[in-house]
């Protein structure tokens, strides 16, 4: 019963778990060469035999031998030759090309068996069985292309049949029992098994074609046939051998990347050895086998794309970083990593777009006048809070980081402040050549993570006054903002910054809209006003004495100087009232003579009779104004108006 559910188990596993578990041959014998080798008599032949390139396996000893029952002579062998080989059979070591070959001259009856081309000891494992047949006459079949192929890397393969099949079907199959099945032609039928991970392309050569697989697994060793035309049909076709093999120090890329709507996805492609002479191609894979660019390393991008697209290039890791920002459901797909040099690194990676919302929030869309005051914010969660953050500046060529403090918060994420999780950007004063696409991101042991892109748009206008209708201008000066000057040079991110929200903005706006022109109107009628009243109050001084008011002339008041220590006393013209000439002064001279007179006299005697003399004066200019026979006694009027 035990052993039925195990059974039913392993039924309901995907294929790929089943084809995780029972590895090949190729897996317990990576040695591998060709299967059959034709050679005519009194001729040469040539055997290639492939090894895994550990270092035990570069310094050991390698073997050509021949199989007699359950033995295996040496032949050949690293330092050896067998004494009836000796001078027609040599070994080749080619350590850096994986490999060593075996050339056999002078051909005879006896050479033609089955051998074995081998790496340490006799019959350990590490060999490839190869059967060598010898022919009288010079139609010798033509023997199989070898390729030996890493686990999850790339297989390329060049086809040519000459110009005559130019016009025909051109195709890759790889042979089974039933026959040989298609992988991918020129009519853009793929195999469903290789959609995505299969490319065909035609080269500058009529006839010329070329076949990228990408991903390559334990299934993929065999035998292909490339061709011109039906296969068994016409006979322009060629022979692939396909061997799969593990290397432990080849890095396991993704195949598969999933982003959410509106956010970003990171792709990561592989050069080893990242030369700068080669061309390398980020591209969209399209049904049917063909693909459409969409950046490289020499500046181009296609022009949808622009803003939402950018490649970083690090050798020390010999990567290529392609990030796609503002994911839409539109971008689900296949994307390569291609190379005009290095093939056989091509890659492609399947990427779904789902439902979801990004980690990085902002607005994606700034306008703003040239001199305004302009913050580009971009909002993190907890998630973020230990990563490294930056702000960089979108170009063709790549985003380069923007200038500013030190942005990455050490700390787990368990520290972080829910008010305190903003990069802010600021540009004081804006200028036009600030306009353009800006990306804010989070990096974590240099790798790239998520990022958000926001484009700016610059509007002409070279005053610095703070329009109400910019967005994302903030005409205060807030602590923490970036001092004025370039966006290059004094770019800072400030974290912490409460942004204005839209309502809040649009309401003061409004108002300022309103209070501005009214502020300027109370404010030119107040200054009026004060102006004409400062000039009449130069003419005269208006003094309350009782329950009078009048205007007194210093002029003929010269005994009220008694009273004042100082030569404050201010003159004015004289007014006429009612036929009658009076004396103008001020409250403040009167005020003035009192507490002189109080301060040099000390007695309460001099104070009252100080009192008592003002009591009078009061009297006379009071009798005065009523319309009296004559003014102030001893008062002479005055001769002329100051």
Known sequence: ???????????????????????????????????????????????????????????????????????????????????????????????????????????????????????????RGLSHTVTLTLVEGPGVPEA?????????????????????TAELRRYLCKKEKEGCRNIINSHKEIDPDFQGRVLLAF??????????????????????????????????SKELDVFVYEDKNFPQLKTTITGKNGSSATFECL??????SSTRIWCKWRKGGGYDTIIDNTGYVRYNYEGRVAMFEDPENKTVTVILNQLQTGDEGFYWCLS??????????????????????????????????????????????????????????????????QQGLPGPAASCNASSR?????????????????????????????????RLRVSAGSDAKHSPELLDVDSSRESGAAPPGGAYSDAEVRKGAAPESPEESHGSNTLALVLGPLA?????????????????MKRSDLV?????????????????????????????????????????????????????????????EDAELAYSSFLVTSDSIAQGSSGGDSAVPGVSPPQDRV
Not at 225 to 234: H, I, K, P, R, S
Not at 271 to 276: G, S
Not at 368 to 391: E, H, I, M, N
Not at 423 to 442: A, H, I, K, R
């Open 271 to 276: 050069y080893d050895p990242l030369k700068k």
């Open 422 to 454: 903003e990069m802010v950007l600021s540009f004081d004063p804006l200028t036009e050549q600030d306009q353009g696409w800006y990306w804010c991101g989070v990096k974590r042991n240099g790798a790239f993570g998520e990022t958000l892109a926001v």
């Open 203 to 236: 080269e500058e050569t009529p006839g010329s074609f070329r076949v990228t697989m990408t991903h390559m697994d334990w299934e993929d060793t065999g035998l292909y046939y490339c061709g011109a035309g039906e296969y068994g049909v016409d006979n322009s």
């Open 340 to 405: 005009n040099e290095l093939r056989e690194q091509q890659s492609s990676i399947e990427l779904k777009v789902v439902e979801g919302k990004p980690a990085l929030t902002g607005k994606t869309e700034v306008e703003a006048r040239a001199g305004s005051r302009v913050d580009l914010t971009c909002s993190y969660p907890c998630q973020y809070y230990s990563y490294q953050k930056y702000w960089c500046k979108w170009n063709n060529t790549g985003c380069p980081a923007l200038p500013a403090q």
């Open 144 to 164: 199989a292309e070898l390729f030996y192929v890493k686990l999850r890397s790339t297989w390329t393969v060049s086809c040519s049949f000459g110009e005559h």
């Open 520 to 536: 300027g109107l109370i404010l030119i009628v107040v200054t009026a006003f004060a102006i004409v009243k400062y000039r009449q």
């Open 1 to 123: 019963m035990t052993l039925l559910a195990l059974v039913f188990l392993l039924a309901l596993l995907p294929a790929g778990s089943a084809r995780g578990r029972h590895l090949p041959k190729a897996a317990s014998d990576p040695v591998f060469g060709p299967r059959q080798v034709h050679g005519v008599l009194g001729g040469s032949a040539t055997v290639k035999c492939f090894y895994p390139p550990t270092p035990v396996n570069r310094r050991d000893r390698k073997y050509w031998c021949k199989q007699q029952g359950s033995k295996c002579l040496t032949l050949v062998s690293t330092g050896y030759v067998a004494p009836d080989y000796q001078g027609r059979i040599s070994l080749t070591d080619h350590p850096e090309e994986e490999n060593f070959q075996i050339n056999i001259s002078a051909l005879g009856p006896g050479d033609a068996g089955t051998f074995q081309c081998g790496v340490g000891v006799n019959g």
């Open 544 to 604: 309350s004495v009782g329950s009078y008011r009048t205007n007194i002339s210093m002029s003929d008041f010269e005994s009220v100087r008694d009273f004042s220590a100082s030569n404050s006393v201010k003159e004015s013209q004289e007014t006429p009232v009612g036929g009658d000439e009076f004396i103008t002064t001020t409250v403040d001279t009167l005020e003035s003579a009192a507490d002189t007179t109080k301060a040099k006299r000390s007695s309460k």
